[in-house]
């Protein structure tokens, strides 16, 4: 209900000068790092799937109630704007998922759905069966077409096993996250099939941001990347992570995949979640102590490449996206 009320607020009082919400941004970082991974460092950090799953169905509930709001409460229109344009989203953190092996798909298939399916199919289908436990279903109605865009941020994959004693908080669905892979990685190491890892120890696979809009293209909605980005303080990654990317990204649209728009996370360096400013994003460096920004080389490789509209072949040469 408050959260209903402070979206009505904010859409009444900023009304003609948005017309594009989101409701969350990763809502399932709140869930999975909050109730799942203690260890993350999450609020308020315990590990408890009851709680997790009482958490996401709040969620849920949480963003049809804003959505209802929003609707209701902005009834201006950006300026030149035509009438009907305001639309409500959400934006989620799709983590392509990949089985370990061939007997490993139902696996896959399942940790896809309970961390990139479950919500986007409580807003717009209505319910959200998931065996949380065996037999046990979640299940939310009476709230569905409660979206109108979604908003995909794509970083790494992750690769999946079956174990009926996984030591993780998926064990109840014999779900185990293989290490070695997407976000269980050493940092800046090389992952198990041989791609670079970042800062955080996350596997930079580009062809992955195909398959995380192929995910949220499947509701037939517009989508669009909003966020996609490295953490890299040295710049040593990035310029390559920039371009195999957003190539990666051109050839999706040149084959008929559909993306609104792209956002690079991020243009200066950011307090990140629970690492603070010890993970640096920045296409442009921050002092911390001088408050100087500084440009990163990557600063003016992804200014040439929005200034083109196009990965030019001499940086997909140089970086080997030729094939990304």
Known sequence: VEFAKFAAYIAWKFGDLVDMWSTFNEPLVMVELGYL??????????RSVEAARDALVNVIVAHARAYDAIKRWDRRRVKGAPEEVV???????????????????????????????????????????????????????HLSGKLDWIGVNYYTRAVARASESAPSPFENLGVYLAPGYG?????????????PCSDFGWEIYPRGIAEALDIASSYGL??????????????????????????????????????????????????????????????????????????????????????????????????????A
């Not at 392509?96 to 199919?121: Q, W």
């Open 37 to 46: 991974f203690p260890e993350a460092g999450f609020p308020p950090g315990v």
């Open 87 to 141: 639309k409500v989203g959400i934006i989620h953190n799709i983590i392509p998922v990949h089985p370990a092996s061939p007997s490993d798909e139902e696996a896959a298939a399942k940790l896809d759905y309970l961390h990139n399916r479950l919500i986007l199919d409580a807003v717009t289908k209505g319910g959200a069966p998931l065996s949380m436990k065996r037999g046990e279903l979640l299940s939310v109605s």
């Open 222 to 323: 517009p989508t669009m990347i909003t966020e996609n980005g490295v953490a890299d303080s040295r710049d040593v990654y990035r310029p390559m992570f920039v371009v195999r990317h957003l190539a990666t990204l051109e050839s999706y649209l040149e084959s008929g995949g559909r993306a609104m728009g792209y956002l690079h996370w991020a243009l200066t360096d950011n307090y990140e979640w629970a690492k603070g400013f010890r993970m640096r994003f920045g296409l442009v460096e921050v002092d911390l102590a001088s408050k100087e920004r500084r440009p990163r080389p990557s600063a003016f490789i992804y200014a040439k490449i929005a200034s083109e509209n196009t990965v030019p072949r001499s940086l997909r040469e140089q970086y080997g996206a030729l094939d």
């Open 183 to 195: 976000s269980l990685c050493s940092p800046n190491s090389e992952s198990r099939d041989g791609y």
